[in-house]
């Protein structure tokens, strides 16, 4: 081993390592709040407080570090605790801003991305199986020739 290296097992070899609860998309739409208008600076553990008080969470993120832009995504165990807690905290204060609460839901920009997204690997597939036909039809020229 090299000086003041370790033997290379890299990541997830520690205690609690790489055991973690996944992330937010491995939840339902339903079980998802989104979370908006936050006061800038507003880390996650304040918003996970913050949200508990509607029922236990069971995943918290912050978005955003330009001032202004801060969003947060929360994860609870069931629909119906997501539910509550919109109505319980939507219109709340959190750190002096007044949040918005709502149900998760993809936007017409995210769709519309995965359905191009979609045309693109289909039309991909086409490029590469005429790509394919073109070779072999001159393979098989220089063949015969």
């Given amino acids: 081993y090299a ?10 070899t520690g205690k609690d390592r790489g055991k973690g609860k996944g ?3 491995s939840f339902d739409p339903e079980q998802r709040v989104w979370v908006g208008s936050l ?5 996650r553990e304040e918003l996970q407080e913050h949200m508990n008080q509607a029922g236990a969470t069971e995943w918290v993120e912050v ?3 330009k001032e202004g832009s801060c ?3 929360v994860a609870y165990g069931s629909a119906a605790d997501a539910t509550a807690a919109i109505a319980a905290l939507n219109g709340s204060v959190l750190k002096g801003a007044t949040i918005v609460c709502a149900e998760w839901k ?4 995210q769709a519309r991305n995965y359905k191009l997204r979609e045309e693109k690997t289909e039309e991909q597939k086409a ?13 098989g020229a220089a063949f015969v020739a």
């Fill in 127 to 139: 490029e590469a199986a005429a790509k394919a036909a073109a070779e072999a039809a001159a393979a």
């Fill in 71 to 73: 969003t947060g995504f």
């Fill in 3 to 12: 000086k003041g290296k370790g033997k290379g097992r890299g990541k997830g």
């Fill in 23 to 25: 992330n937010l998309k």
């Fill in 39 to 43: 006061a800038d600076g507003t880390t």
């Fill in 106 to 109: 993809k936007t017409d920009k």
């Fill in 63 to 65: 978005w955003g570090k």
